[in-house]
């Protein structure tokens, strides 16, 4: 089992019920499967709560597979030069999600997948210069009823985050937008167009 990061929740330090029940949790798990973790943003004090057992990969991420290869990474710093010599890159970070209202004022937020693609002329020389076929981009959602996510297809207060976004390089109005369950709903440009309507 492989962990893309924010295992804990509180920055910059840790609570005692993290402190107390991580340890708990990464036992657990390691009976049994092998537990990975690619840390995130809010995995600061994360080395001291995880068994030997539980191996940490570096933040800018890991690739899998010999010939159709995968790139998994957090999101919160860019990925490693490797990781965009990969057929997919598999991040977090963002908690994407879509919102639905009704004529009534009723309100709905679910949590959704986001299949991207990557324009590699915004991406930073060092990685630019590698890059022969960019890979697809897919964004995680937050797998928690405790974070409702950022809606994509609503003019929310801030940008997806991260540098990957934050350079531009995410071809956003493009995305295809995913339910959980895997339903299609369209793009994001679609998508906020019909949310204008509303």
Partial sequence: MIILGDVKHNIPISSWQEWREIPEFFEEMSRLVQVEVVPGNHDGDLRGMAPASVKLHNVQGIVLGKKKKVGLAH??????????????????????????????????????????????????????????????????????????????????????????FKSGAVNLKKAQVYLLDGTFLGNIENLKKLSARE
């Avoid at 009534?104 to 997948?113: K, S």
């Avoid at 590699?120 to 210069?129: A, F, G, Q, T, V």
């Avoid at 590698?130 to 995680?140: A, D, I, M, R, Y």
């Fill in 75 to 164: 999101g919160h710093a860019w990925p490693a030069p490797e990781l965009f010599d990969t057929e997919l890159l598999v991040t977090g970070h963002n908690h994407p999600a879509i919102e639905f209202r009704d004529k009534l004022g009723g309100r709905i937020v679910e949590q959704v997948w986001l299949r991207a693609s990557i324009n590699p002329s915004k991406l930073p020389n060092k990685i630019r210069e590698n890059v022969t076929k960019p890979p697809g981009l897919l964004v995680l959602p937050a797998f928690s009823e405790l974070v409702s996510g950022a809606p994509v297809n609503r003019k929310i207060p801030h940008d997806l985050i991260g540098p990957l």
